[in-house]
């Protein structure tokens, strides 16, 4: 149709095919938008369970040594989240690490801030964080999941908004008379 309209100098052929393009493109935006918001919801769920089978594998892999990624990882969430193993601090007794250091003690991370002398020894529970970091970690990422939900969900609305604007102004424009010549009686305007 475009290169009709080109070939033939109709340029309400080469108008109609920009449309055309422009409605598949946007089209196509918005049912992945649509597709996005409904997989966000339907896997919202599935979380939980994808986060415990990670950190059970993540916590097996600690081993306190600080060029170890999930090492880092592990104390950086429970440095940031306030939290010490999956369910509390218990959870470390579990530990390959735990038993390799035979001193009774968790990871330095699962000391609460307004500890200054913790050790991470289980001797004083009162100095560690009690609260497990899998809860907050699903959390988390839930709160992240239905930011991007609404996020979609609104640029969803001002396209529809957009395409309905849009709708207007060509209805109004069929009824406009037809544009005039600037130029009139030889004069410019």
Same mark, same amino acid.
């Given at each position: =149709?475009? !290169? $009709?309209?080109?070939?033939?100098?109709?340029?309400?052929?080469?108008?109609?095919?920009?449309?055309?393009?422009?409605?598949?493109?946007?089209?196509?935006?918005?049912?992945?938008?649509?597709?996005?918001?409904?997989?966000?919801?339907?896997?919202?769920?599935?979380?939980?369970?994808?986060?415990?089978?990670?950190? !059970?594998?993540?916590?097996?892999?600690?081993?306190?040594?600080?060029?170890?990624?999930?090492?880092?990882?592990?104390?950086?969430?429970?440095? !940031?989240?306030?939290?010490?193993?999956?369910?509390?601090?218990?959870?470390?007794?579990?530990?390959?690490?735990?038993?390799?250091?035979?001193?009774?003690?968790?990871?330095?991370? $699962? $000391?609460? *801030?307004?500890?200054?002398?913790?050790?991470?020894?289980?001797?004083?529970?009162?100095?560690?964080?009690?609260?497990?970091? *899998?809860?907050?970690?699903?959390?988390?990422? !839930? *709160?992240? =999941? =239905?930011?991007?939900?609404?996020?979609?969900?609104?640029?969803?609305?001002?396209?529809?908004?957009?395409?309905?604007?849009? $709708?207007?102004?060509?209805?109004?424009?069929?009824?406009?008379?037809?544009?005039?010549?600037?130029?009139?009686?030889?004069?410019?305007?």
């Amino acid at each position: =149709m475009g !290169q $009709c309209g080109i070939t033939s100098s109709k340029t309400v052929l080469v108008f109609l095919n920009l449309i055309f393009w422009f409605v598949i493109i946007l089209l196509l935006v918005f049912v992945t938008e649509v597709i996005v918001v409904v997989l966000g919801y339907v896997y919202r769920a599935k979380v939980e369970d994808e986060v415990d089978r990670s950190i !059970q594998k993540v916590y097996k892999t600690y081993n306190g040594t600080n060029p170890d990624a999930a090492s880092r990882a592990i104390d950086s969430v429970q440095r !940031q989240l306030h939290c010490c193993g999956i369910h509390n601090y218990s959870d470390w007794e579990n530990t390959d690490w735990f038993k390799e250091t035979k001193n009774q003690s968790v990871p330095l991370s $699962c $000391c609460r *801030e307004t500890a200054s002398s913790c050790n991470g020894s289980l001797a004083h529970p009162s100095n560690l964080y009690a609260e497990g970091c *899998e809860a907050l970690v699903v959390k988390k990422l !839930q *709160e992240i =999941m =239905m930011h991007v939900i609404w996020a979609a969900l609104a640029f969803a609305a001002i396209q529809l908004l957009g395409v309905l604007c849009a $709708c207007i102004v060509l209805c109004r424009r069929t009824r406009d008379p037809a544009y005039e010549l600037l130029i009139s009686g030889g004069a410019y305007a």
